[in-house]
């Protein structure tokens, strides 16, 4: 070969190199599949979801980007989440409660969201489970639904309960909804029902104080993320002050509350993480139901039981899927 053309030859690969392996970083971005995660906290349950999508084939730093963005207590944070995984953009977002899914169906009508919410119809996040169209589905909790059964729960294990508090979030939608049901079943157990309002940190002791000049028979906890995050200051604080609570989530009778019924959330995770996959091969979020539990767990623990002076019924133990000693 001469050497003119060999030189004209090793321009010519010089020039394509490039474009070839701006061509291979190009397919190799687009195999990725960019989740995001928008929640206020790194719950322990939302696991599930990375541990179903590795079950699905999806690693993360090979063919999958987890892009989490956490509130922290701070509801306001949640919408500039939301516009920032929109801006990246993600493939898909996944949610953990009402405010974190309405800030991400604000944030897009584009997007598949994958939504958590105890009553996402009541809320305004799809118009039907069967068929929620648009870009929203996921999961309602039914937590609202179960109220009246965490009421009865109580009215079980206590005696002549005539009292209970439900403590609140006024920053969160679904919150008035878990209310007015468990107004309806207080009405019906002949329960006097109050509600303690704490929508962020500061309004914490103020809540305390309130629980203090009230004294309930009982606390009843709604599903928040943000109430959740202060699960260990609220199980201390009632403990010290003899009063038994019931929950909506496992994680705040393991961090010291009396009682929990709601469904598996991990388990719920991994389910997303199924969802999530459909639509990544093409299903549309809104041809894909909106899921609802199968099965409710209850939990009870009786280290927090004995200190506070409550015996629980043998009834209620045989019927306790996890009983924490």
Known sequence: ?????????????????PLAAQSQQTSRINKIFRVGVLANEKWPPLKGLQDGLRELGYV?????????????????????FAAELVGLPVNIIVTWGTPASLAAKDATVTIPIIITSGD???VGLVPGLAQPRGNVTGFSTQ????????????????????????????????????????????????VQLEVVEI????ELDGGFISLTRIQPDA?????????????????????????PSIYTYREQVTAGG????????????????????????????????????????LVVNLKTAKALGVEVPASLLLRADEVIE
Request: no cysteine; net charge positive; charged share 20%.
């Open 1 to 17: 070969m001469r050497r003119r053309q060999f030189i004209t030859l090793l321009g010519g690969t010089a020039a394509i190199w």
């Open 60 to 80: 993360e730093g090979q063919n999958l980007e987890l892009v989490q963005r956490y509130a922290e207590g701070q509801p306001a944070k949640y919408a500039a």
């Open 120 to 122: 996402p119809v009541a």
């Open 143 to 190: 937590a609202a639904e179960l109220e009246g059964k965490r009421l009865e729960l109580i009215n079980e294990l206590i005696a002549k309960v005539s009292r209970v508090v439900v403590l609140s979030n006024p920053t969160n939608p679904y919150s008035a909804v878990a209310v007015e049901n468990a107004r309806r079943a207080a009405a019906v157990l002949q």
């Open 199 to 202: 929508g962020d940190a500061h």
């Open 219 to 243: 606390v009843l906890v709604v599903a928040d993320p943000f109430l959740a995050s202060q699960q260990t200051k609220i199980a201390e604080f009632l403990v010290q002050h003899q009063i």
């Open 258 to 297: 009396l009682l929990s019924y709601a469904t598996n959330y991990y388990e719920l995770f991994r389910r997303a993480a199924v969802m999530a996959d459909k639509i990544r091969k093409g299903a549309r979020p809104s041809d894909l139901p909106v899921e609802q539990p199968t099965k409710f767990e």
